[in-house]
Protein backbone atom coordinates (compact mmCIF):
# COMPACT_ATOMS: atom_id res chain seq x y z
CA UNK A 1 0.00 0.00 0.00
CA UNK A 2 1.46 3.90 -0.36
CA UNK A 3 -0.79 7.09 0.46
CA UNK A 4 -0.39 9.37 -2.58
CA UNK A 5 -1.18 12.94 -1.58
CA UNK A 6 -3.35 15.10 -4.35
CA UNK A 7 -0.06 17.14 -4.00
CA UNK A 8 2.70 14.43 -4.99
CA UNK A 9 0.16 13.14 -7.72
CA UNK A 10 0.04 16.56 -9.43
CA UNK A 11 4.15 16.45 -9.27
CA UNK A 12 4.19 12.61 -10.63
CA UNK A 13 2.06 14.04 -13.43
CA UNK A 14 4.15 16.90 -14.40
CA UNK A 15 4.88 15.02 -17.62
CA UNK A 16 1.21 14.87 -19.20
CA UNK A 17 -1.76 17.25 -19.56
CA UNK A 18 -2.58 19.12 -16.52
CA UNK A 19 -5.16 17.52 -14.78
CA UNK A 20 -8.75 19.84 -13.90
CA UNK A 21 -9.35 19.56 -10.72
CA UNK A 22 -13.14 20.03 -10.34
CA UNK A 23 -15.34 18.81 -12.72
CA UNK A 24 -18.76 18.43 -13.87
CA UNK A 25 -20.43 16.05 -15.92
CA UNK A 26 -23.58 15.80 -17.84
CA UNK A 27 -23.58 19.38 -19.47
CA UNK A 28 -26.07 19.60 -22.14
CA UNK A 29 -26.89 23.27 -22.72
CA UNK A 30 -24.97 26.46 -23.31
CA UNK A 31 -26.68 28.03 -20.18
CA UNK A 32 -25.38 25.13 -18.54
CA UNK A 33 -21.66 25.27 -19.77
CA UNK A 34 -21.60 29.42 -18.89
CA UNK A 35 -22.92 29.16 -15.29
CA UNK A 36 -20.04 26.37 -14.71
CA UNK A 37 -17.61 28.54 -16.39
CA UNK A 38 -19.04 31.61 -14.35
CA UNK A 39 -18.90 30.04 -10.78
CA UNK A 40 -15.11 28.24 -11.92
CA UNK A 41 -15.48 24.57 -12.81
CA UNK A 42 -12.44 23.30 -14.26
CA UNK A 43 -14.20 20.66 -16.41
CA UNK A 44 -17.27 19.63 -17.77
CA UNK A 45 -17.62 15.87 -18.78
CA UNK A 46 -19.66 15.44 -22.37
CA UNK A 47 -21.76 12.14 -22.21
CA UNK A 48 -21.67 10.22 -25.47
CA UNK A 49 -23.38 6.69 -24.07
CA UNK A 50 -26.50 7.28 -25.60
CA UNK A 51 -28.55 5.21 -23.22
CA UNK A 52 -27.83 7.92 -20.43
CA UNK A 53 -30.39 11.03 -19.47
CA UNK A 54 -27.09 13.28 -19.83
CA UNK A 55 -26.38 12.01 -23.52
CA UNK A 56 -24.83 14.88 -26.21
CA UNK A 57 -25.13 14.14 -30.00
CA UNK A 58 -21.47 14.81 -31.00
CA UNK A 59 -22.79 17.94 -33.21
CA UNK A 60 -24.31 19.77 -29.92
CA UNK A 61 -21.50 18.81 -27.78
CA UNK A 62 -18.85 20.33 -30.66
CA UNK A 63 -21.19 23.64 -30.33
CA UNK A 64 -20.86 23.36 -26.88
CA UNK A 65 -16.89 23.40 -27.37
CA UNK A 66 -17.29 26.51 -29.27
CA UNK A 67 -19.55 28.35 -27.28
CA UNK A 68 -16.80 27.33 -24.54
CA UNK A 69 -13.82 29.25 -26.46
CA UNK A 70 -15.83 32.39 -27.04
CA UNK A 71 -17.21 32.37 -23.43
CA UNK A 72 -13.39 32.02 -22.02
CA UNK A 73 -12.32 34.91 -24.18
CA UNK A 74 -14.97 37.10 -23.71
CA UNK A 75 -14.98 36.44 -19.83
CA UNK A 76 -14.09 39.04 -17.32
CA UNK A 77 -12.94 37.00 -13.76
CA UNK A 78 -9.73 35.73 -15.36
CA UNK A 79 -11.02 31.95 -15.29
CA UNK A 80 -9.28 29.76 -17.54
CA UNK A 81 -10.57 27.72 -20.03
CA UNK A 82 -12.95 25.17 -19.14
CA UNK A 83 -11.18 21.43 -20.14
CA UNK A 84 -13.98 19.13 -22.24
CA UNK A 85 -13.78 15.33 -20.80
CA UNK A 86 -15.48 13.08 -23.09
CA UNK A 87 -17.32 10.30 -21.44
CA UNK A 88 -17.79 6.63 -23.38
CA UNK A 89 -18.67 3.35 -22.29
CA UNK A 90 -17.22 0.25 -23.92
CA UNK A 91 -16.26 2.24 -27.56
CA UNK A 92 -13.83 1.56 -29.82
CA UNK A 93 -10.85 3.45 -30.35
CA UNK A 94 -11.80 3.99 -33.83
CA UNK A 95 -15.62 5.34 -32.57
CA UNK A 96 -13.80 7.80 -30.23
CA UNK A 97 -11.53 9.39 -32.92
CA UNK A 98 -14.55 9.73 -34.71
CA UNK A 99 -16.26 12.03 -32.12
CA UNK A 100 -12.45 13.84 -31.66
CA UNK A 101 -12.34 14.73 -35.20
CA UNK A 102 -15.72 16.79 -34.40
CA UNK A 103 -15.05 17.66 -30.66
CA UNK A 104 -11.46 19.17 -29.29
CA UNK A 105 -11.60 16.68 -26.24
CA UNK A 106 -8.63 17.47 -23.63
CA UNK A 107 -9.26 14.28 -22.23
CA UNK A 108 -11.16 11.08 -23.26
CA UNK A 109 -12.96 9.15 -20.15
CA UNK A 110 -13.38 5.00 -20.38
CA UNK A 111 -16.05 4.46 -17.96
CA UNK A 112 -16.72 0.39 -19.49
CA UNK A 113 -15.28 -2.67 -19.43
CA UNK A 114 -12.63 -1.48 -21.70
CA UNK A 115 -9.53 -3.68 -22.29
CA UNK A 116 -6.30 -1.95 -21.96
CA UNK A 117 -4.87 -4.46 -25.00
CA UNK A 118 -7.20 -1.98 -27.07
CA UNK A 119 -5.87 1.38 -26.14
CA UNK A 120 -2.34 0.49 -25.90
CA UNK A 121 -1.74 2.34 -29.64
CA UNK A 122 -4.21 5.11 -28.89
CA UNK A 123 -2.38 8.63 -28.67
CA UNK A 124 -4.99 10.62 -29.96
CA UNK A 125 -6.08 12.21 -26.48
CA UNK A 126 -5.03 11.37 -22.59
CA UNK A 127 -6.90 8.62 -21.18
CA UNK A 128 -8.64 8.45 -18.08
CA UNK A 129 -10.21 5.11 -16.89
CA UNK A 130 -13.11 4.86 -14.11
CA UNK A 131 -13.55 1.61 -12.33
CA UNK A 132 -16.72 0.97 -10.22
CA UNK A 133 -14.31 0.31 -7.28
CA UNK A 134 -15.37 -2.08 -4.67
CA UNK A 135 -11.74 -3.54 -3.77
CA UNK A 136 -12.13 -7.16 -5.47
CA UNK A 137 -9.57 -9.12 -6.05
CA UNK A 138 -9.90 -9.25 -9.95
CA UNK A 139 -10.22 -5.33 -10.14
CA UNK A 140 -6.10 -5.78 -8.93
CA UNK A 141 -5.04 -7.18 -11.96
CA UNK A 142 -7.36 -5.29 -14.67
CA UNK A 143 -6.08 -1.87 -13.47
CA UNK A 144 -2.84 -3.28 -13.08
CA UNK A 145 -2.79 -3.83 -16.88
CA UNK A 146 -3.58 -0.27 -18.06
CA UNK A 147 -0.74 1.16 -16.25
CA UNK A 148 1.20 -1.69 -17.94
CA UNK A 149 0.30 -1.07 -21.27
CA UNK A 150 -1.01 2.65 -20.85
CA UNK A 151 2.03 4.45 -18.97
CA UNK A 152 1.94 8.02 -19.51
CA UNK A 153 -1.22 8.04 -21.96
CA UNK A 154 -3.20 7.03 -18.96
CA UNK A 155 -3.29 10.58 -17.16
CA UNK A 156 -5.57 9.19 -14.10
CA UNK A 157 -7.96 6.57 -12.63
CA UNK A 158 -11.37 7.72 -12.00
CA UNK A 159 -12.79 6.07 -8.97
CA UNK A 160 -17.25 5.75 -8.84
CA UNK A 161 -19.65 3.88 -6.62
CA UNK A 162 -19.62 -0.03 -7.30
CA UNK A 163 -23.16 0.41 -9.12
CA UNK A 164 -23.58 -2.62 -11.10
CA UNK A 165 -26.16 -1.28 -12.96
CA UNK A 166 -25.76 2.64 -13.43
CA UNK A 167 -22.70 3.93 -14.84
CA UNK A 168 -22.33 7.09 -13.48
CA UNK A 169 -24.91 9.92 -12.48
CA UNK A 170 -26.28 7.24 -9.95
CA UNK A 171 -26.09 9.78 -6.94
CA UNK A 172 -24.62 6.50 -5.26
CA UNK A 173 -21.24 7.10 -3.25
CA UNK A 174 -18.10 5.55 -3.46
CA UNK A 175 -16.48 3.61 -0.38
CA UNK A 176 -14.25 6.81 0.90
CA UNK A 177 -12.60 4.38 3.27
CA UNK A 178 -11.84 1.95 0.34
CA UNK A 179 -8.87 4.19 -1.01
CA UNK A 180 -7.05 5.15 2.48
CA UNK A 181 -4.15 3.79 2.53
CA UNK A 182 -4.37 4.10 -1.19
CA UNK A 183 -4.71 0.81 -2.71
CA UNK A 184 -0.83 0.29 -4.52
CA UNK A 185 -2.89 -0.36 -8.24
CA UNK A 186 -4.39 3.47 -8.02
CA UNK A 187 -1.73 5.35 -6.27
CA UNK A 188 0.01 5.57 -9.31
CA UNK A 189 -1.58 7.48 -10.99
CA UNK A 190 -3.72 10.33 -10.21
CA UNK A 191 -7.39 9.95 -8.48
CA UNK A 192 -10.30 11.66 -9.21
CA UNK A 193 -13.12 11.08 -7.13
CA UNK A 194 -16.79 10.30 -8.01
CA UNK A 195 -19.70 8.79 -6.74
CA UNK A 196 -22.22 10.94 -5.09
CA UNK A 197 -20.43 13.68 -4.62
CA UNK A 198 -22.53 16.93 -3.32
CA UNK A 199 -21.88 20.81 -2.41
CA UNK A 200 -21.96 19.00 1.29
CA UNK A 201 -19.87 16.36 0.91
CA UNK A 202 -16.95 17.29 -1.06
CA UNK A 203 -14.99 18.75 1.19
CA UNK A 204 -15.32 15.61 3.39
CA UNK A 205 -14.86 13.60 0.69
CA UNK A 206 -11.51 15.39 0.06
CA UNK A 207 -10.29 15.58 3.77
CA UNK A 208 -10.42 11.80 3.50
CA UNK A 209 -9.76 10.15 0.32
CA UNK A 210 -7.08 13.49 -0.82
CA UNK A 211 -7.78 13.07 -4.09
CA UNK A 212 -6.31 15.32 -7.43
CA UNK A 213 -10.06 16.19 -8.89
CA UNK A 214 -13.15 15.73 -7.92
CA UNK A 215 -16.75 14.62 -10.02
CA UNK A 216 -20.16 15.26 -9.90
CA UNK A 217 -22.79 14.77 -12.01
CA UNK A 218 -26.58 14.45 -10.32
CA UNK A 219 -25.11 16.62 -7.13
CA UNK A 220 -25.41 19.95 -8.68
CA UNK A 221 -28.42 19.16 -10.31
CA UNK A 222 -31.97 20.73 -10.05
CA UNK A 223 -33.44 17.65 -12.32
CA UNK A 224 -31.51 14.82 -14.86
CA UNK A 225 -29.77 16.60 -16.84
CA UNK A 226 -30.12 20.10 -15.84
CA UNK A 227 -27.45 21.81 -13.61
CA UNK A 228 -28.11 24.09 -10.84
CA UNK A 229 -25.45 26.91 -10.78
CA UNK A 230 -26.05 27.73 -7.07
CA UNK A 231 -25.16 24.12 -6.37
CA UNK A 232 -22.20 24.14 -8.73
CA UNK A 233 -20.78 27.05 -6.86
CA UNK A 234 -21.00 26.07 -4.07
CA UNK A 235 -19.69 22.41 -4.94
CA UNK A 236 -16.45 24.62 -6.48
CA UNK A 237 -15.90 26.59 -3.42
CA UNK A 238 -16.32 23.78 -0.93
CA UNK A 239 -13.84 21.58 -2.81
CA UNK A 240 -10.72 24.77 -3.02
CA UNK A 241 -11.53 25.48 0.39
CA UNK A 242 -10.93 21.70 1.30
CA UNK A 243 -7.61 21.16 -0.79
CA UNK A 244 -6.58 24.40 1.06
CA UNK A 245 -7.01 23.39 4.36
CA UNK A 246 -5.13 20.17 3.54
CA UNK A 247 -2.57 22.36 2.71
CA UNK A 248 -2.05 23.56 6.57
Known amino acids: MYWCTAEEAVQNDSSMTKLFRTKVCGIKTTDDLCDAIKVG???????????????????????????????????????????????????????????????????????????????????????????????ESHQAGYLTRWHQLLGSRLAAFLVDAPSTDVRGGSGLKADWNSLVPRPSVIAGKPLILAGGLTPDNVAQAIATVQPVAVDTASGVESAPGKKDAGKMQRYVQNAHEAWHRLKK
Do not use: Y
Open 41 to 135: VDAIGLNFVPESPRFIAPKVAAELSAAAANKDLAHKEGVGRIALIGIFVNPTPDFVRQILRIVPLQFVQLHGEEQADDWRNFDDAPLIKAIRWSG
